[in-house]
């Protein structure tokens, strides 16, 4: 599967973007699908993560109730809505693919995804 990752820009505290990936060769339904974002000067982080056949999720503690992720099968796109974005959310967002889900997704790190999209930069001024 190939992903291309769009929707990213500058936006002020408080505000709203949605990240779109976009997949290619085969369908989002089929994986585990998940949103990573690395920060300057720091690791590669799991955000959020949409369990393949599935509607379980996943998200890390400091975006739980602001973004949400989704599928759209009919677009074979999984998306990330981020809401009240804060400074802190200022990184490059990665979409990645994964064959399967397990009890715990706070474990996953990068090398547990085989399939990647470029990175989209998200930028929230304050």
């Known amino acids: 599967v190939q992903l291309q990752a769009s929707g990213g820009g500058l936006v002020q505290a408080g505000g709203s973007l949605k990240l779109s990936c976009a997949a290619s060769g085969d369908t989002v339904s089929t994986y585990t699908m998940a949103w990573f974002r690395q920060a300057p000067g720091k690791e590669r982080e799991l955000v959020a993560a949409i369990r393949q056949r599935a509607s379980n999720t996943w998200y890390i503690d400091n975006v739980k109730g602001r973004f949400t992720i989704s599928r759209d099968n009919a677009k074979n796109t999984v998306n990330l809505q981020m809401n009240s974005l804060k400074p802190e959310d200022t990184a490059v967002y990665y979409c990645?693919?994964?064959?399967?889900?397990?009890?715990?997704?706070?474990?996953?790190?990068?090398?547990?995804?085989?399939?990647w999209g470029q990175g989209t930069l998200v930028t929230v001024s304050s």
């Open positions: 990645a693919a994964r064959w399967s889900w397990s009890v715990t997704p706070s474990s996953w790190s990068s090398e547990d995804f085989a399939y």
